[in-house]
């Protein structure tokens, strides 16, 4: 099966479209594939323990990476996190490009 990496940008919170982004996310893993989400920019705002959408935390097979310059830059901690998401670099992406990962800006 392949491996995709998929960069959100988008908060949940200002357009309905992530939603469907996250469904992206599940189904490729529930079909076999290896997922990594990467949460940038405002897509990191959906990552608050108290205000996690149910859509992304219920994403139990991809593996949720979220930019530390983004979080930092919207005041968000690392201990205010859901569980399972963790803090990576923008350099996350070209890792995963450099490996062959099928890259998908949502």
């Known amino acids: 099966m392949g491996q ?54 219920n994403l139990s097979q991809v593996k949720v990476l979220a930019d530390g310059f983004s979080l930092e830059e919207r005041g968000i901690e690392p201990s205010e996190m859901g569980s399972g998401i963790e803090v990576a670099a923008i350099t996350s992406v070209a890792d995963a490009m450099g490996q062959g990962q099928k890259t998908l800006w949502l």
């Not at 992206?24 to 897509?43: C, I, P, Q, R, Y």
């Open 4 to 57: 995709y990496f998929l960069i959100e940008s988008k908060s949940p919170f200002e357009s309905t479209e992530v939603t469907h982004d996250y469904q992206l996310a599940s189904d490729l893993a529930k079909s076999g594939h290896e997922v990594t989400l990467f949460l940038v920019e405002n897509g990191v705002l959906a990552t608050r323990s108290g205000i996690i959408p149910s859509e992304l935390a």
